[in-house]
């Protein structure tokens, strides 16, 4: 199915022929493409053996938000300021020292 769809969308726009044939064998593959993975799935799962079930655990596992700072889909110049921000922030906003603890200012 993908590839007759794929070959009408090739001749659509090569030539602009063969609209209504490009958007039916579209809907076709996109109406088949849920049922077609499903039917994989099960198949998959049913004969899945000892030593390969893992791979059907990596499919299915919750999968976690990212614990860096500033998130998996940020910039990478940006993730690493967020870090640096957070661990090494500017010295006005760094906590007390040790030694100034208990020492009075006037």
Known sequence: ?????TAAARR?????TGVEERDTAKKEYKKALPWEKKKYWDDFLASAKKHNLWTGNQFT??????????????????????????????????????????????
């Open 12 to 16: 659509t726009r090569g030539d602009g």
């Open 61 to 106: 596992k919750i999968r976690t938000p990212s614990q860096v700072l500033g998130g998996q889909n940020a910039i990478l110049v940006q993730t690493e300021q967020t870090i640096m921000a957070y661990f090494l922030p500017p010295e006005d906003q760094t906590p007390a020292r040790r030694h100034d603890i208990g020492q009075q200012t006037s």
């Open 1 to 5: 199915m993908r590839k007759v769809y």
